[in-house]
């Protein structure tokens, strides 16, 4: 390629906003000496590979494209940026991400809107998913089977709908993009600090080209195996006026605060998943001549992901029915201004739980595209396709909790730097790693778990007309069709999972070896906080074995019936199960325009969806007060059978949208773009499941969904700025701006009656509204020393009006950065990326009223390294969260811990050869 330099004025003016002349002051000085008498002096050719070439090709796209988008491209055939494409992404203008258990990138956020807001397809087409709703899990699906990921962020009539945030549109490769035969192989190690686990992957895709390259086949496997780790906050629960200030005597010490808050629950634990992914996807592709072309294609992957977790929690949570403490059971409560900093625990029986989660998804696409040319100017393009996933978890879920009663105490303190402290003192002096099968009573023990099964059948159909006409370059207009049917089926024993509550017996009554030692020696490493860092786990089969023990005996005074355990086997929940069918038609038309100097399209899209809901409701029949004498006091809540019901509903939505571009000068490209945009409530939205804490004596009841819900509607608009100062580098800045409208929260209902009982009630619906705004700045620039920087940064500021209140979105950071410096020159190559999230609000609902969860900054830093070794071998070594990370977020007092996940640090090593 040849590399054209711009005038001397605008690259001495961007050095200048940069400083970046301190990166290649020498280089600079060359450069003004060589261009004095000429501006437009022309370099050698110079062939671009690796990072750089995929970058310049991402710029490309974006430059090119005749909407507001941005683009990633894989570096070579198989080869993405990144281990996992949500982590690619974050690197581009507006895109935030959620981060899975072990730090792997898996939900991602667009320009403000939460995943919910935004649709993720794979060629055009609707990936299904294994969530309850719509979002996709970016983690089940393996980087090495994508050529590229395109980012729309605005809309035309042409394209799917569905998205107010933007659409993130996956593209696999096609045979007959590079001719003949091509071939790459590529295996990779990795460790991680926290896991101490050495796992590994081994990918390979194959393509050829036949009969001049009309026909063309290509074919990709990956298969990775690893096991990741995080350490965190299982839980961190606070009160208000609970015990209130009179209760426990510190009428004086409220200070300016209303009411008293107190801690209630408190548990740390370890999250260990090994992960095994493999995946295969295919093409085939036929183009006979010019007028005909036609593709098969395929994808299929597993994600095969057992997980367990093990935490230990402490219920400091005040009660009055005991006179252990000067106050109950707490006493040396200090208060500072309504905030109750610490107290000792009396009575207090540590606990401890054991979880598995089964988590196995199985992925898969396949379709036909096809076009033709009926003539010079008159094209029809149809597609064709079918997704499905599922995942079988029910019953196969696992939650167990087994505590040691006695007269324990506990010393509890918030900790300003850390996690709050939490020291045990046993009545017999042990420690919480000596107690065994003789001291641990049996709790809760609950199966539970979901099979979700998502199907998603579409067809498109599309004619493009390419008049003789001045300004007019595209007629194109067309329709779609799409059915989805998400069943979700709860399988659980959650009626029977108290059945052994407050510790009846211990493991040694019944004989049953279930105690086993922490599988982990560096639990919390360089976490501040004073809490136990080793306590026991235990054998599932073996605590399941226990309860059966029990059957037919007389233990301490209770007498269990015959098969009395066998009331634990789960069974089908079906109010906690639905199957939701939806239906779409939509049909568009556009007019693509196009002058010397500007470019535009013009269209709108007339969507109509019918939506049905299967579901179940059982009522509350009777609510009975059980006096334990201690924290484990509960109801008895008795139900109704489940009654079987069906809902249906229906919505048209006229969605209009403009796109605009013009060239004020050869390099400078202004964009402004409106459009009308919807965002379907989530699946599982519609879906008017519920659940109940009356249990716990918390007389609230949550209906999920409401199948009235109508789609959120948005009146959006962007105003962009492009410098394409050089090849393969750019200056952009955007701002945008969004109304939305029918945004989805909770109205609630207080004193309703039920069983005796005053409830509290909520529901989802539409009605509220929020504004969604914010400035994209980014920069790419290429030195002609081999150096190069990326950078870009993202100001989104969001309202949303809940109950008459603004307040901003959740998972939104107001500040989000990239920044990343590259270094390529014919053999090596070298990045070091930053990608930074700043503050979001986590949670708007919190325990302390007005007080939303906020989760603090992360920055998130990576490395790699590749030395060109051959021809045709690669040999390169990664880095990620380099520094560290850890998620924290806190409910406004930072001693007011809600939510704490490390990962640890992760390296990789790996080959690569090439045919």
């Keep these: 390629m040849t590399i054209k330099l711009s005038s001397l004025a605008s690259r001495t003016a961007l050095y200048g906003v940069l400083g970046l002349s301190i990166f290649s002051q020498g280089a600079l000085a060359q450069e003004t000496s060589d261009t004095t008498d000429d501006a437009n002096l022309t370099l050698e050719e110079i062939i671009v590979t690796g990072k750089r070439a995929s970058l310049e090709r991402s710029l490309a796209t974006k430059r090119d494209a005749r909407q507001v988008l941005d683009s990633i491209s894989a570096e070579e055939l198989g080869k993405f940026p990144d281990a996992n494409v949500a982590d690619s992404l974050q690197h581009i203008t507006g895109i935030t991400i959620s981060r899975a258990h072990g730090g792997e990138g898996q939900y991602v956020t667009v320009r403000g809107l939460p995943p919910q807001y935004s649709i993720v397809t794979l060629n055009n087409r609707i990936l299904a998913t294994d969530d309850d709703g719509r979002d996709f899990a970016f983690d089940v699906l393996p980087s090495e089977v994508i050529s590229g990921a395109d980012v729309l962020k605005s809309p035309e009539a042409a394209a799917l709908e569905g998205s107010i945030g933007g659409s993130v549109n996956l593209r696999s490769a096609r045979p007959l993009d590079r001719s003949g035969f091509n071939a790459a192989i590529r295996g990779e190690s990795d460790y991680n600090t926290l896991s101490k686990d050495l796992g590994y992957k081994v990918s390979g895709v194959i393509s050829q080209t036949f009969a001049d390259d009309t026909v063309g086949f290509l074919v990709g496997m990956t298969y990775q195996d690893k096991t990741v780790r995080s350490d965190g906050l299982g839980e961190m629960f606070f009160n208000q006026d609970w015990p209130s200030a009179e209760d426990v005597g510190a009428e004086g010490q409220l200070g300016s605060a209303d009411v008293l808050t107190s801690p209630c629950c408190y548990s740390v634990g370890t999250w260990i998943e090994q992960k095994k992914r493999w995946a295969v996807s295919g093409a085939l592709q036929f183009k006979p001549n010019d007028r005909l072309e036609m593709t098969f294609d395929g994808l299929f992957t597993r994600l095969d992901s057992p997980a367990s977790g093990y935490n230990e929690s402490f219920y400091v949570e005040y009660y009055d029915g005991s006179d252990a403490g000067d106050y109950g059971n707490w006493s040396d409560i200090v208060v500072d201004n309504g905030l109750v900093t610490s107290m000792t625990v009396h009575g207090l029986v540590p606990e401890q739980v054991t979880r598995v989660e089964h988590r196995v998804v199985d992925t898969y696409q396949m379709g036909w595209n096809g076009k033709y040319d009926v003539t010079d100017n008159f094209r029809i393009m149809g597609d064709v396709y079918y997704s499905k996933a599922k995942r079988l978890s029910g019953g196969k879920d696992s939650w167990v909790v087994a505590g040691a009663a006695g007269d324990h105490t506990g010393y509890f303190s918030l900790n300003e730097n850390g996690l709050p402290n939490i020291v045990m003192e046993l009545e017999d002096g042990r420690s919480l790693a000596e107690l065994g099968n003789d001291d641990y009573g ?318 509290y009630v909520e529901q989802p619906v539409n009605g509220q509204s929020a504004k969604v705004k914010g400035v994209e700045v980014g920069l790419q620039y290429f030195f002609q020393n081999g150096f190069g920087i990326i950078a870009n940064y993202t100001y989104t500021d969001t309202k949303a009006r809940i109950d008459g209140v603004e307040e901003g979105l959740e998972g939104v950071s107001k500040h989000a950065y990239s920044l990343a410096g590259l270094y390529q020159n014919d053999k090596f190559e070298a990045m070091v990326s930053a990608d930074y999230s700043g503050k979001t609000i986590v949670a708007l609902y919190s325990p302390i009223e007005g007080v939303p969860s906020t989760g603090e900054a992360v920055t998130w830093v990576s490395a790699s390294l590749s030395y060109h070794l051959t021809e045709q071998v690669d040999i390169y070594a990664k880095g990620n969260n380099l520094t560290n990370a850890k998620e924290r977020a806190f409910l406004g007092d930072p001693r007011l811990v809600s939510g704490f996940e490390t990962w640890g640090r992760s390296f990789f090593l790996g080959a690569s050869y090439t045919f």
């Design 442 to 759: 049996v709790h809760w023990a609950e199966l539970g778990g979901t099979d979700v099964r998502d199907e998603v059948t579409g067809s498109t159909l599309d004619f493009d007309f390419t008049p003789n006409m001045d300004y007019v370059a595209a007629i194109k207009f067309g329709g779609a069709y799409t059915k989805r049917k998400k069943v979700r089926d709860t399988v659980d024993n959650l009626e029977n999972a108290c059945n052994y509550c407050d510790y009846p017996f211990t493991f040694g009554d019944v004989g049953v070896d279930v105690v086993r030692p922490m599988p982990i020696d560096n639990f919390m490493a360089g976490v501040d906080g004073d809490f136990p860092r080793t306590f026991v786990v235990f054998d599932l089969d073996a605590y399941w074995e226990a309860l059966r023990a029990s059957d037919g005996q007389t233990i301490n005074g209770i007498t269990y019936p015959e098969n009395y355990s066998d009331l634990m086997t789960p069974v089908r929940n079906p109010v906690k199960s639905y199957a939701v069918d939806e239906e779409t038609w939509a049909g568009y038309a556009q007019v693509d325009l196009e002058g010397e100097s500007w470019f535009a399209n013009v269209g709108a899209r007339l969507v109509h969806t019918s939506t049905s809901v299967d579901y179940a409701v059982n009522e509350i029949t009777s609510i009975v007060f059980v006096d334990s004498g201690g924290a484990t006091s509960h109801y008895d809540v008795t139900y109704s059978e489940a009654v079987e019901k069906s809902d249906s509903g229906s919505y048209t939505r006229f969605l209009p949208s403009m796109n605009l571009g013009y060239w004020l000068q050869e390099d400078l490209l202004l964009r402004f773009a409106a459009a009308k945009t919807m965002a379907r409530p989530s699946l599982n939205q519609l879906a008017p499941t519920r659940e109940d804490y009356a249990y716990d004596g918390d007389f609230s009841m949550y209906i999920d969904g409401n199948v009235a819900l109508k789609p959120i509607s948005a009146k959006q608009a962007d105003l962009a700025l492009e410098w394409y100062f050089q090849e393969g580098s750019a200056l952009t800045a955007a701002l945008f701006w969004k109304d939305i409208d029918g945004f989805v929260t909770s109205q609630g209902s207080y004193d309703v009656p039920i069983a005796g009982q005053e409830f």
